[in-house]
């Protein structure tokens, strides 16, 4: 790993490698298994559980289609309860803010918490470009960043790795970060989160600046929520003297009482936990207690595009509790890296070509990426029809169309490497609007089956080649209705 997303190859390309990695697909396959039995039991303990995930998607879907207002709103009440916000077209102007932020205080470090969208603007490149060094403080953050590595998982992000790997990296790489590993240091879980709580409370005491995500964005009162499991995020928030927060636009929420549908929706979801251990709320700043300066910084990057889709609009209600993933067949084989981007699994496949644009191979190849079992569509708290989207997004792939890219509406190409598929497509299309060529093209096919070939020669042979081609019966069902009525025997005569 390359410690960037830059340049990943497509999808089948990357999976090709890691299904053939043993190692990482046992870990892989015992910790999805292990979230998602607990996740199951955690869900059933709640009667109205059918209610609350449509109360979610609800409350999601009306607040993306009035997100101008909401995000003004939420604007508004962050300025007068004494926080900045800054506006972010895409990831470059987001890393541009955050950079001359951080200088602006004349400090060369910053402190971390886990933030999804900082990973999607490669933020840490950018500031270590400006002689900033950055510090995961996020436990599986922390293991990624030490390792030189990319996160895997949207809340586990380095399940790829196990517990003696994870400990060789401590004991190789912590001295050049920090406090250095503990000597003798083990594989216990035990010892392992006391050599990183050792190295994170240096960190900790001494950094004066602080950048976060956020899970959700109040606008009615500008509150800013972190939940998380191991109360870095809460040093990280009220500890330094300045704290930016980088947000995704379609993390609003309008109001407290929304606020409480999805405080319960996530932490079941994501961890199975009846509630997160940790949850922090900040709005604006204090006189004397927390952060001096608080800076939030929307980010756009996508989402504008996203939204004009009405069918792929509903990716941006993901509330990145990562449960598509925990039951994803293919994830569990293909791994995190394989998707490219910080976001894996399902909901990978679906906001990654949204938010970049079929923008080359990889992106074109994601709506591939699954069984369409459906599976992530049954797990998700919001209800995201991610079979739906992907279908819709292997469409375009295929014929191109209207999008919006960089808020213009624009006509894109469709993709060069589907043309045998969409010329298959066109003339299946063309046969069923005309029956009669139809019932004749299944006669001459059903006369001549004793010829037909076992593979399929020219580019069709990758295809057959991994699957047995489907026999052609004797005769067509319309066929064998008209002979025998259904079953009857007595042509004409209903059984
Ligand atoms: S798509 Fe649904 S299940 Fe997947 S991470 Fe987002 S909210 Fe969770």
């Not at 003297?241 to 929706?265: A, H, M, Y």
């Not at 922090?280 to 996508?302: I, Q």
Request: aromatic share 6%; net charge positive; with cysteine.
């Amino acid at each position: 790993m390359t410690g960037t997303y830059l340049g990943m190859p497509s999808f089948p390309r990357a999976a090709d490698a890691s299904t053939r990695d043993h190692r990482l697909r046992a870990n892989l396959r015992r910790a999805t298994h292990t979230i998602r039995a607990k996740r199951d039991r955690a869900v059933a303990e709640l009667d109205d559980w059918v209610q609350l995930r449509a109360a979610g998607a609800a409350v999601k879907d009306r607040t993306l289609r009035h997100l101008d207002h909401y995000l003004v709103q939420l604007e508004e009440s962050v300025t007068r309860a004494g926080g900045t916000v800054h506006w972010a077209a895409d990831a470059a102007e987001a890393n541009r803010i955050v950079t001359g932020l951080v200088l602006a205080t004349g400090e060369r470090e910053v402190v971390k918490v886990k933030s999804m969208a900082t990973q999607e603007t490669g933020l840490n490149g950018a500031l270590a470009a400006a002689g900033i060094r950055a510090y995961e403080t996020d436990l599986a953050e922390l293991i990624v960043q030490l390792g030189d590595d990319l996160p895997s998982h949207i809340l586990v992000p380095a399940i790829h790795r196990n517990r003696a790997e994870i400990r060789d990296i401590f004991r190789r790489r912590m001295a050049e970060w920090g406090l250095p590993a503990p000597e003798g240091l083990t594989d216990r879980p035990a010892d392992l989160a006391e050599a990183a709580r050792l190295h994170l409370r240096e960190k900790f005491l001494r950094a004066k600046v602080a950048v976060s995500g956020a899970n959700f964005a109040v606008a009615e009162t500008g509150t800013l929520v972190v939940v998380e499991s191991e109360g870095n995020g809460r040093m990280c928030l009220t500890l330094p003297e300045t704290l930016i927060s980088v947000v995704g636009i379609e993390k609003v929420v309008p109001t407290w009482r929304d606020l409480e549908i999805f405080l319960q929706l996530l932490p079941r979801s994501s961890t199975a936990e009846r509630m997160n251990p940790y949850t922090s709320m900040w709005t604006g700043t204090t006189d004397g207690d927390g952060p001096r300066a608080f800076h939030l910084v929307l980010l756009d990057n996508g989402r504008t595009d996203t939204l004009a889709d009405t069918t792929g609009r509903q990716a941006l209600r993901c509330i990145r509790c990562s449960a598509c993933l925990n039951v994803c067949p293919v994830y569990e084989r293909a791994g995190g890296h394989a998707y490219g981007s910080p976001y894996p699994g399902p909901i990978g496949a679906v906001l990654t070509p949204q938010l970049r644009g079929l923008a080359s191979p990889l992106e074109e190849s994601l709506p591939y990426a699954s069984s369409l079992c459906g599976a992530c569509f049954e797990a998700c708290p919001v209800a995201i029809d991610i079979p739906e989207v992907l279908v819709h997004l292997r469409e375009r792939v295929v014929e191109g169309g209207t999008v919006t890219l960089r808020g213009t509406r624009t006509v894109i190409k469709p993709a060069k490497r589907h043309a045998t598929e969409r010329t298959v497509m066109r003339a299946a299309g063309w046969a069923f609007d005309h029956p009669r060529v139809l019932r004749r093209g299944q006669r001459l096919l059903a006369r001549t089956r004793g010829l037909h070939p076992g593979r399929l020669p020219g580019p069709g042979r990758a295809w057959s080649d991994a699957r047995d081609l489907p026999e052609v019966p004797p005769e067509s069902f319309r066929d064998w209705w008209a002979r025998t009525r259904g079953g009857s025997g007595r042509k004409g005569e209903p059984s």
